[in-house]
């Protein structure tokens, strides 16, 4: 009963490092997604993906990168992590264009000191 | 421009009662999708309910209901016989067929049931 898996939960980053997390979906979903959650500002689109071997941008992507090589799996990098970077992440997943039930994982704590 | 409105940063309701939180958007295109989801302090994001915007009836899922009035634009989620466990943040989000891939949140509002 997966569903939608993200590793790590928590991470704590000195500025300048790097790190990469990850988001694995077990629905062979196509369309994949990684949010930030802010106090105040909800959920933010960094990321997304509509199928394997594509990424696009959302909302606020500077600073971060993303890969999706396999369907079930989209990474989220940071290059040069940054306190502004500081929240938390969520990856979801969507069936497909059709599908409208969006699923997310439990979030991962990222705090850059 | 903001594409989800929710004005009630924090609610109160008392256990048993109802209570309503709400949500307005922005949208020109007819196709689109309203949800409701709920963030408990563990912090995952459980869906609630779904609203077509071509659906002619308000959604209804238990002790969940969404009062969808289109021509307002407001999409606000009834909570009835609040339970202790109703205590959470809740966010309105939408999907619309000119974004199509993205669904938009709003800022969500923070429910506490009072015992």
């Known amino acids: 009963n997966a569903g939608v898996t993200q590793t790590p939960k928590f991470r704590v980053l000195k500025t300048g490092q790097s790190m990469t997390l990850l988001c694995a979906q077990d629905m062979n979903h196509e369309y994949m997604y990684w949010y930030r959650q802010d106090p105040g500002m909800g959920l933010r689109l960094i990321h997304y993906?509509?199928?394997?071997?594509?990424?696009a941008k959302g909302e606020v992507p500077d600073g971060y990168n993303v890969s999706r090589l396999k369907k079930q799996n989209f990474l989220l990098g940071l290059e040069s992590a940054a306190p502004s970077q500081t929240s938390v992440y969520f990856c979801?997943?969507?069936?497909?264009?059709?599908?409208?039930?969006?699923?997310f994982g439990e979030g991962s704590w990222l705090t850059v000191v | 421009a903001q594409k989800i409105t929710q004005t009630q940063p924090g609610m109160f309701v008392q256990e048993k009662e109802a209570v309503t939180l709400d949500c307005t958007y922005d949208t020109s295109d007819p196709s689109y999708g309203l949800f409701w989801y709920k963030q408990p302090s563990s912090g995952e994001m459980i869906f609630l309910i779904y609203q077509g915007s071509y659906d002619q009836q308000n959604a209804t899922e238990g002790r969940y209901s969404l009062n969808f009035q289109k021509a307002r634009k407001s999409a606000n989620l009834v909570i009835s016989a609040s339970q202790l466990g109703d205590s959470a943040m809740y966010f309105c989000?939408?999907?619309?067929?000119?974004?199509?891939?993205?669904?938009?949140f709003g800022t969500g509002t923070s429910l506490t049931v009072i015992p």
């Open positions: 993906s509509v199928g394997e071997g594509t990424t």
């Open positions: 989000a939408m999907r619309d067929r000119k974004t199509g891939n993205q669904f938009y």
């Open positions: 979801a997943s969507r069936m497909d264009r059709v599908g409208n039930t969006i699923y």
